[in-house]
């Protein structure tokens, strides 16, 4: 049986890393629902610490999430969340995402996300596959290839 998933980036701030994966990615930050938010205040389920201000918008402070252009609106999105954490990142990435630009946009592809915040890390090769490590704002590793 297959299973669907959604992968979890931990985040000092996810609100703004989710604006810069889902620029990157061609992908859309999910609406807030600020009428549920203050329906879960009123409820008792959550407090007004929970929650911050983005943008104008009233948004839960633990996480904002992106989606796939292509998710079905009912059912498993095709989804990344970004999650708040209180540590920095500290170590290289267990686990990464390779973006696939095609081997003819991978400069301009540097160029334009170094521009927006992330850096440089190095080049990869095995065999005719070659790629370009880098590091999201936050210092998360992904390739480009």
Same mark, same amino acid.
């Given at each position: ?9 931990? #985040? ?12 990157? =990615? ?44 292509? #998710? ?8 990344? =969340? ?61 390739? =480009?290839?």
């Amino acid at each position: 049986m297959a299973h669907d998933f959604q992968v979890v980036v931990d #985040s000092a701030d996810p609100h703004a890393l989710a604006d810069w994966w889902a620029e990157t =990615l061609g992908w859309a930050v999910e609406p807030t629902d600020e009428d549920f938010v203050r329906e879960m205040i009123a409820k008792g389920y959550a407090t007004e610490a929970e929650t911050r201000v983005y943008r104008g918008a009233l948004v839960w402070r633990a996480g904002a999430g992106i989606r796939h252009p292509d #998710s079905p609106p009912e059912g498993p999105p095709r989804r990344i =969340l970004f999650q708040e954490v209180p540590e920095a990142k500290t170590v290289k990435n267990r686990m990464h995402l390779d973006v696939w630009v095609g081997e003819a946009n991978v400069e301009a592809a540097i160029e334009k996300l170094t521009a927006r915040g992330a850096k440089f890390l190095h080049r990869g090769r095995q065999g005719p596959h070659s790629w370009v490590t880098m590091a999201d704002p936050e210092g998360n590793e992904f390739c =480009l290839s």
